[in-house]
């Protein structure tokens, strides 16, 4: 209910003026007054109805289109969390609670890199990496992907800090930044450790891809962030905070996620092309 309490407060608010209308044309019916005087009265009740209609339907214009702007641009109106199946879904494993035995859980963030230095006015890459650090460093169990769009020969992550990965694209699989996000992300919705996957872009179709991969894994633990709100977040590169320390069992999952990039060299499950193509055959159907 609250993912549409706009529109139930719409309504509401024309419930209001129908019986705001009905009462006070059942006032004039019964108040004794002169014909002038009630017919008079009835026009200006007639006025105040239209103006309000007007107003009401202005209104809901208004939210129609903004919610269709941010539909588009991959955000709701309340909510940043992605929906798969229109549910709120909960992984089959992910209510069962953690034993000793298994590494605390941790969140994830993919970072479209390139997307976020742009906001930032392009920023030299050190300083921009700088600026992660000093974001990441302060929250516990929280390991963070750049996604970079410079490409090489093949796919490849390196460490770059505890708890901070950079990834390249490289391949005829993986062309781009975007196919890193969306190929990392379908390993990263695949580990029961990682409590919630982040991934920060503005970029509408990405964001597209990300929830399809999402939807075709039945994962609802993906969740996004704009750009321009992480690009806000990241602290100074002055400012003194704490940042990462030595690695931790969390950070250990790297270790895994850098292996299978380097030693398989994968690519998405399905290009970018794939993707489009297959929206498009769907809709002409």
Known sequence: ????????????????????????????RMAPLHDNARKALTNWLETIERLALAATALIGIVLGCFA???????????TEYADVDGVGK????????????????????????????????WPPTDAFRARVLRWLGPQPATLAILAADRRGERPSASR???????????????KKADDSITRDLE??????????????????????????????????????????????????????????????????????FIEWVEAEEPGPTKSEWQFVHAGERARRR
Not at 6 to 24: G, H, K, N, T, Y
Not at 68 to 78: A, E
Request: hydrophobic share 50%; with cysteine.
């Open 187 to 256: 390993w990263w919705l695949g580990q029961r450790r990682a409590a919630r996957v982040t991934v920060v872009t503005s970029d509408r179709l990405l964001r597209r891809r990300c929830r399809d991969v999402a939807h075709t894994l039945g994962a609802a633990r993906l969740r996004f962030e704009g750009s321009d709100a992480f690009a806000y977040s990241l602290p100074e590169a002055a400012t003194v905070v704490r940042m990462p320390g030595d690695a931790d069992a969390s950070d250990a999952l790297l270790d895994d």
């Open 1 to 28: 209910m609250a993912r549409h309490l706009e529109w139930f407060l719409l309504a509401a608010l024309v419930i209001i003026l129908f019986i705001f209308s009905a009462l006070a044309r059942a006032f004039v």
């Open 160 to 174: 770059v800090a505890p708890r901070l990965v950079l990834t390249l694209p490289g391949g005829p699989r993986c």
């Open 90 to 121: 909960i992984d089959a494993d992910e209510g069962k609670p953690y034993t000793s035995a298994d590494v605390q859980p941790v969140q994830v963030w993919l970072i479209d890199a390139d997307n976020v230095r742009a906001l930032l006015g």
């Open 68 to 78: 269709l702007s941010l539909k588009r641009s991959g955000r709701t109106l309340t």
